[in-house]
């Protein structure tokens, strides 16, 4: 009768099949691993069934990827598509860091401190990969440079799934609400950036109902987001970041607003930082890409920032500050007058 097999610790035998896979060029096969790494040996030894095992293994695998452990797969070159006899390794220039990178304490100090600010789920697998390598020199670092660190949270639900989507080469599908439309219409996106700008985060793709590239605004997505089984080429994927950047640059700049702004406020201390020219007397002019988006955002200074063009936008901020006028009582000042 098989005996009862034995509960060995999963962070064990995470790091035994790594260094398993670490230390082969060639690679292991499945049955290889099973039969030899320990953790999975003793499980065998002890009857569990195959197909236990291989389930165990498959888990074992996406829980490395997801820590950023860089498992490569190699197929039969005749048939790579063929995986029964499949060998897995981990290539050691993708695990390490390269011998003529060096850090100091202060660096490797700083470093763990970004790495703290920003939940493990918001980074991309290169980020855990390059905090995983880091970690790995094992050198000692100074005392503490902060007493706390701040966490950033993304508030949109969709950055997470989107992520997910561009590592894998994955087609999703998302409800959207296109600027000055209160309707939402469904898109199937080739995902291949997500990107900072403005402060707000876009996913930047292949729009396959348009047929062009599309840059959408994560807090217009009004639906949550599916990752689909329909994938696509991992290479249109490169210089697609610079390249939504560079769009998003060109909108602002045909999109400037003269702006009056109080001085030593909010809006000073964030509007500056993002102006183009500034002068005394005249005001000083903003960038921006979504007037509506931008609307809200001037609105929320209230009486801090006046908006003495473009047209439209001063429509748009003041329409904001009557309709909080008529749920609060009391005309705003300031971007409405």
Same mark, same amino acid.
């Given at each position: ?17 790594? =260094?398993?896979? %670490? @230390? ?10 099973? *039969?030899?790494? !320990? $953790?999975? /040996? ?67 100090? =700083?470093?763990? %401190? @970004? ?10 697998? *290169?980020?855990? !990969? $390059?905090? /995983? ?205």
């Amino acid at each position: 009768m098989p005996t009862e097999p034995i509960r060995s610790a999963p962070e064990e035998r995470l790091v035994n099949l790594v =260094v398993a896979l %670490l @230390a082969t060029e060639q690679g292991l096969t499945k049955d290889a691993i099973l *039969s030899s790494v !320990s $953790g999975y /040996r003793e499980q065998s030894d002890a009857g569990a069934s195959k197909d236990a095992l291989e389930k165990m293994f498959e888990r074992d695998k996406e829980s490395l990827r997801s820590l950023g452990v860089p498992i490569e797969t190699i197929g039969d070159y005749a048939d790579p598509d063929d995986l029964r006899e499949a060998r897995y390794r981990i290539p050691t220039a993708e695990y390490s860091l390269p011998v003529d990178i060096d850090f100091t304490p202060a660096e490797i100090a =700083v470093l763990n %401190l @970004a790495s703290g600010v920003w939940g493990e789920t918001s980074m991309s697998a *290169s980020a855990r !990969s $390059g905090l /995983r390598k880091i970690r790995a020199l094992g050198i000692d670092v100074d005392a503490p440079i902060i007493g706390y660190a701040p966490r950033i949270s993304l508030r949109e639900p969709s950055f997470a799934p989107l992520q997910r989507a561009i590592e894998q080469g994955r087609v999703v599908e998302f409800d959207y609400i296109k600027g000055g439309s209160d309707a939402a219409h469904r898109r199937r996106v080739q995902p291949l950036a997500l990107i900072d700008y403005e402060g707000r985060w876009h996913v930047y793709g292949f729009d396959l109902g348009q047929g062009a590239e599309r840059t959408f605004l994560l807090t217009r997505i009004s639906s949550a987001v599916v990752v689909t089984r329909t994938p696509f080429d991992l290479s249109l994927r490169d210089g697609a970041g610079e390249q939504a950047l560079a769009g998003l640059a060109a909108v602002a700049e045909r999109q400037r607003a003269l702006l009056e702004v109080e001085p030593g406020t909010e809006a000073a201390l964030r509007l500056l930082r993002r102006a183009v020219s500034s002068d005394a007397e005249q005001g000083i002019r903003v960038p921006y890409v979504d007037a509506q988006v931008f609307a809200d955002e001037l609105a929320s200074y209230g009486p801090e920032v006046r908006v003495v063009e473009p047209a439209a936008l001063r429509r748009d901020v003041i329409e904001r500050l009557r309709r909080a006028s008529d749920v609060h009582g009391g005309m705003p000042g300031g971007a409405a007058s």
